[in-house]
C-alpha cells in the first residue's frame, strides 16, 4: 500500500521494481454523521469544553494505547480520550481501565470507553465528535492502516507514530503530526 512496503516487498522477494504495484488503501467513507459535533458529545456523554481525542479500531499490543494513557497525563486537565473497540491479541480492557485509574484518568472526566465492535452506522459520529485521531502505534506496526484511511474520509487530523507506512501518508497529504513511536517524550 506504500512506498516503503513496496521497496521491502523488492528487497524482500528479490524480484525487479517493475513487478511490483502500489495499490492505494482508499479512503473509507462510512456517511456523514448523524448529528453536530456539539450534539454527538453530549450524546456520548463527552464534555464540551475539553479536547477530544478518538482512538478507535482493534485495541491490540501494537497500537500502544497502555503509552498513550500514560502520555496523556500531562494535560488530563484540558484533554478528553474516547477509546472505541475491541480488545484483540489478549490485551485486557479491565487491566487497561486500571492503569487509566491508576494514572488518574477517571471515567467520565478524562476517558469514554467504548469496547465493543463499533458499528458502521456509528463509526461517522465517534470520527464527527472528536478533534484529532491518536495513533500512537508501535515500531513493530509494519501495516498500512485502515482508521488512518477512515479519518482522512472523515477530514479528521491524525497524531500517529511516525512509521514508515502511516507517516509517509501524514507527511505527504499533511493531515496530521508525526511523532517517533514507542516514545513517552514526544
Known amino acids: 500500500h506504500s512506498t516503503y512496503q513496496k521497496n521491502e516487498l523488492i528487497d524482500f522477494a528479490g524480484v525487479s521494481a517493475e513487478k511490483v504495484h502500489i495499490v492505494p488503501h482508499g479512503p473509507y467513507y462510512h456517511g456523514p454523521p448523524q448529528a453536530d459535533k456539539e450534539t454527538l458529545r453530549r450524546r456520548y456523554g463527552i464534555p464540551l469544553d475539553k479536547q477530544v481525542a478518538l482512538f478507535f479500531g482493534d485495541i491490540r499490543p501494537d497500537k500502544n494505547l497502555d503509552l498513550f494513557l500514560r502520555a496523556m497525563v500531562p494535560f488530563k486537565d484540558r484533554l478528553f480520550l474516547v477509546v ?23 471515567e467520565g ?4 470507553w467504548l469496547t465493543y465492535y463499533i458499528p458502521y452506522e456509528e463509526v461517522p459520529n465517534l470520527f464527527a465528535l472528536a478533534d484529532w485521531l491518536a495513533m500512537p502505534y508501535s515500531s ?18 491524525v497524531l500517529v507514530s511516525d512509521l514508515p507506512t502511516v507517516g509517509e ?6 493531515i496530521g503530526v508525526s511523532i517517533p513511536p514507542d516514545n513517552l517524550m514526544h
Open 84 to 106: 472505541a473497540g475491541q480488545a484483540k491479541q489478549g490485551i485486557s480492557i479491565p487491566r487497561l481501565k486500571s492503569l487509566a485509574e491508576g494514572l488518574g484518568l477517571c
Open 109 to 112: 472526566i478524562n476517558i469514554k
Open 140 to 157: 513493530s506496526f509494519t501495516s498500512q492502516s485502515g482508521v488512518l484511511n477512515i479519518a482522512i474520509a472523515q477530514r479528521l487530523p
Open 169 to 174: 501518508l501524514v507527511r505527504r497529504y499533511d
